[in-house]
């Protein structure tokens, strides 16, 4: 689906409060409330609005270590059996297949380094695993929510197409 401007920021609005009601969002970008509903309702059933959630910081619910691990697999690991393989791991918040020496990249988040290394040990023991490279987070320094690209940082306004 091509996005226009008017989606764009009814996005960005959305994406800056989920909970905003269509006629703050319409006042925002220029519509009446019932128009705003209308695309939001045209964006999910496109797939270009996926859902709506919370966003809930990690170390309220007590996972405050976290660590990118690189996966080097065994010869040609298809990326489903690694997504398969990595999804029993609730740690695993994130995994990507990735360019470079390694072939994917897992983002975990954990209580603690022990906890870490407890989970890599057990991806490491996944029959397909050859080897695995961490690093540990020391601290974020940009941390932005999904969609937040849609918007300029330096201004707030939208981001150019």
Same mark, same amino acid.
């Given at each position: 689906m091509e996005l226009d401007q008017l989606d764009?920021?009814?996005?960005?609005?959305? #994406?800056?409060?989920a909970r905003a009601t269509y006629a &703050?969002?319409?006042h925002q970008v220029g519509l009446s409330a019932s128009a705003v509903k209308r695309?939001?309702?045209?964006?999910?059933?496109?797939g270009a609005i996926t859902g709506f959630s919370a966003r809930?910081?990690?170390?309220?619910?007590?996972?405050?270590?976290e660590a990118y691990v690189e996966l080097f697999?065994?010869?040609?690991?298809?990326p489903s059996d690694i997504a398969m393989a990595v999804a029993k791991f609730?740690? #695993?918040v994130a995994a990507a297949t990735i360019?470079? &020496?390694?072939?994917?990249?897992?983002?975990?988040?954990?209580?603690?380094?022990?906890?870490?290394?407890r989970v890599i040990e057990r991806i490491a023991a996944e029959a397909f695993v050859v080897r695995t490279k961490s690093s540990i987070v020391l601290s974020r320094l940009v941390d932005l929510p999904p969609g937040a690209a849609l918007t300029d940082p330096r201004t707030?306004?939208?981001?150019p197409r």
């Open positions: 764009r920021d009814i996005i960005a609005a959305l #994406v800056e409060d &703050e969002i319409g695309r939001v309702d045209r964006l999910r059933e496109s809930v910081a990690p170390r309220a619910l007590g996972w405050t270590t697999c065994q010869g040609k690991t298809k609730p740690e #695993v360019t470079g &020496e390694a072939d994917a990249l897992l983002h975990i988040r954990a209580t603690d380094v022990r906890h870490v290394e707030g306004s939208p981001a």
